[in-house]
């Protein structure tokens, strides 16, 4: 158990170390302030703040359509299903096949969808796509959740005369509330670090766009990009860019830690 503790914490320390000795030298106010400028993937002058911004608002929308249609499918599994329903261990076999199935497949199927509608390479495309992505991961882990919820807990609201629906939402949801935000926070910082789903879908551009009808820069493809060109100086910036999608998703973990010490303290123990 030791050897597998040091191997694991050596390997995290490797990836953070280099990312942090090659990217910080390179790391500088313009990176984070300004968008690329003319031939900046060739050394040129400017920043990154176009793929900070795409990727905070592709990540943002994807949580919050996973959301929206996330959290009542992990109630419904819970409250309006029994918990040995063959249908519910139906839905949840497939939510982890599903979980497993390579980022590139939902990039292909959200780009498949943006053929058919008609839409293309866009801030929509890629929200669609992540959306696709994350939502099975936030469904497990919200169900997770609310299957640790006290049974006695939901009897006891039934008996005052609450109905499922307000049993649901004043009951299970708050109960639960530490686990949904860890749950959605989770799947954002999925979102906000994978390339494959978002290749073909958002496009890129050294713009800052808001549009969801316009093409987004996100931080992953800045990466690659960075990385393809031959230039040291600007593979040098790809490893700051890492960096700041590292403090990125630090700083979502961090504050997935906080709301849920937080609200925890009005879960039933």
């Known amino acids: 158990m030791l050897l597998s503790t040091a191997i694991v914490m050596f390997s995290l320390l490797l990836i953070l170390g280099t990312i942090v000795v090659k990217g910080l030298p390179a790391l500088s106010l313009d990176m984070i302030t300004k968008a690329p400028e003319s031939g900046y993937y060739l050394g040129?002058?400017?920043?990154?703040?176009?793929?900070?911004?795409?990727?905070?608002?592709?990540a943002a929308g994807?949580?919050?359509?996973?959301?929206?249609?996330?959290?009542?499918?992990?109630?419904?599994?819970?409250?309006?299903?029994?918990?040995?329903?063959?249908?519910?261990?139906?839905?949840?076999?497939?939510?982890?096949?599903?979980?497993?199935?390579?980022?590139?497949?939902?990039?292909?199927?959200?780009?498949?969808?943006?053929?058919?509608?008609?839409?293309?390479a866009s801030l929509l495309g890629g929200i669609i796509a992540v959306s696709l992505l994350i939502m099975p991961v936030m469904i497990r882990a919200i169900d997770e959740v609310v299957r640790l919820v006290p049974h006695e807990l939901i009897e006891a609201s039934y008996s005052v005369g609450a109905n499922r629906f307000e049993t649901v939402f004043k009951v299970v949801v708050r109960q639960t509330l530490p686990g949904i935000i860890s749950a959605v926070?989770?799947?954002?910082?999925?979102?906000?670090?994978?390339?494959?789903?978002?290749?073909?879908?958002?496009?890129f551009t050294d713009r800052i766009s808001f549009s969801l009808l316009e093409p987004v820069a996100t931080l992953p493809l800045a990466i690659f990009f960075q990385l393809g060109t031959p230039l040291p100086e600007v593979q040098q910036r790809a490893y700051a860019s890492a960096f700041i999608l590292t403090v990125i998703i630090l700083v979502l973990s961090l504050s997935a830690r906080f709301l849920v010490s937080r609200y925890g303290r009005h879960m039933v123990k």
């Open 44 to 58: 040129g002058g400017g920043g990154i703040l176009n793929a900070i911004v795409g990727s905070l608002l592709l």
């Open 62 to 120: 994807a949580s919050v359509v996973s959301m929206i249609f996330g959290i009542p499918v992990a109630l419904y599994l819970n409250i309006y299903l029994t918990r040995k329903s063959k249908l519910a261990e139906v839905i949840r076999v497939a939510l982890d096949v599903m979980c497993g199935v390579p980022s590139i497949v939902y990039g292909a199927f959200g780009f498949a969808i943006m053929l058919y509608l008609g839409v293309r």
């Open 185 to 203: 926070l989770l799947g954002f910082g999925r979102g906000i670090g994978d390339a494959a789903s978002v290749l073909f879908t958002t496009g």
